[in-house]
């Protein structure tokens, strides 16, 4: 299966449990790997035998900007359930990460695989 690959996706917004994160927007990284079968677009050539990279990332940023979620977990598998969405996308791996979350860790985060169901 092919992959199209959206890395280092920042987004600022709510997220956490504690009352400070509440209040102040926090960088969110998010990093999607989308899988789908891009050999139409090899002898087409036409973006909409593709998989959108361009909406795929401004849904997701936008989400994880406005959406004000509890948890990473919760987040990420909103952003698949966006990403499975769009046509040509089969399969989905999205990571979620709250960079300076904890001390002395550049990160902290969850990835996670969806498919698409039949």
């Given at each position: 299966m092919?992959?199209?690959?959206?890395?280092?996706?920042?987004a600022?917004?709510?997220?956490?449990?504690?009352?400070?994160?509440?209040?102040?927007?926090?960088?969110?990284?998010i990093?999607?790997?989308?899988?789908?079968?891009?050999?139409?677009?090899?002898?087409?050539?036409?973006?909409?035998?593709?998989?959108?990279?361009?909406?795929?990332?401004?849904?997701a940023?936008?989400?994880?900007?406005?959406?004000?979620?509890?948890t990473?977990?919760?987040?990420?598998g909103?952003?698949?359930?966006?990403?499975l969405?769009?046509p040509?996308?089969?399969?989905?791996?999205?990571?979620v990460?709250?960079?300076?979350?904890?001390?002395?860790a550049?990160?902290?985060?969850?990835?996670?695989?969806?498919?698409r169901?039949?």
């Open positions: 092919d992959k199209v690959i959206i890395k280092n996706l920042l600022r917004g709510i997220i956490g449990i504690n009352d400070w994160e509440r209040e102040k927007k926090q960088d969110i990284l990093n999607i790997t989308l899988f789908g079968d891009l050999r139409k677009t090899h002898q087409t050539d036409d973006i909409a035998d593709c998989i959108n990279y361009r909406t795929v990332a401004k849904k940023q936008a989400h994880a900007e406005s959406a004000g979620r509890f990473v977990e919760a987040l990420a909103d952003i698949a359930d966006l990403c969405a769009e040509n996308v089969q399969k989905v791996q999205v990571r990460e709250k960079p300076g979350a904890v001390r002395f550049e990160s902290v985060g969850v990835e996670i695989e969806r498919e169901q039949a």
